[in-house]
């Protein structure tokens, strides 16, 4: 059997599942949601001498050894959106790219966790995502 033979339950192949156009209203919903997950994950807090922004990614990152990949799982929450938004596969690459820099920046103690911090993945990736989707998105429905 090929990939092009499989289909899903009801007989759709999987490059053609079913697609539902989104409302302004729910599209627009589906935007703030991604800016404050990108908010919370990377600008959350102010560090109060330094005066830098930094999120739940960069302060989960410093527990050594299972931090960073916590947080790149967290993070992949932005990509799953972004596929069932209906992002080019180019987008969702460099949106890959971006979290796998992320990670491996991170797992160098303490100088890798400055540079993550300033990486701010998750704020590039919903820029990203949302220059990519527009004002005109469809739903992926599985």
Do not use: C, Y
């Given at each position: 059997?090929?990939?092009?033979?499989?289909?899903?339950?009801?007989?759709?192949?999987?490059?053609?599942?079913?697609?539902?156009?989104?409302?302004r209203?729910?599209?627009?919903?589906?935007?703030?949601r991604?800016?404050?997950f990108?908010?919370?994950?990377d600008r959350?807090?102010?560090?109060?001498v330094?005066?830098w922004?930094?999120g739940?990614?960069?302060?989960?990152?410093?527990?050594?050894?299972?931090?960073?990949?916590?947080?790149?799982?967290?993070?992949?929450?932005l990509?799953?959106e972004?596929?069932?938004?209906?992002?080019?596969?180019?987008?969702?690459?460099?949106?890959?790219?971006?979290?796998g820099?992320?990670?491996?920046?991170?797992?160098?103690?303490?100088?890798?966790d400055l540079?993550?911090?300033?990486?701010?993945a998750?704020a590039?990736n919903?820029?990203?995502?949302?220059?990519?989707?527009?004002?005109?998105a469809?739903?992926?429905?599985?």
């Amino acid at each position: 059997m090929s990939l092009s033979d499989r289909t899903d339950w009801n007989g759709n192949a999987p490059e053609r599942m079913p697609r539902e156009r989104l409302s302004r209203a729910e599209l627009a919903e589906r935007r703030a949601r991604i800016e404050r997950f990108a908010e919370i994950m990377d600008r959350q807090f102010r560090l109060p001498v330094l005066g830098w922004r930094v999120g739940l990614d960069g302060l989960i990152g410093l527990v050594p050894g299972i931090g960073d990949t916590v947080s790149t799982g967290i993070s992949g929450w932005l990509m799953a959106e972004g596929w069932r938004l209906g992002a080019r596969k180019r987008t969702l690459g460099r949106m890959g790219l971006n979290l796998g820099i992320d990670w491996v920046i991170g797992l160098v103690p303490l100088v890798g966790d400055l540079l993550d911090i300033a990486h701010k993945a998750n704020a590039k990736n919903a820029r990203l995502l949302l220059d990519d989707i527009g004002e005109d998105a469809t739903l992926r429905r599985a």
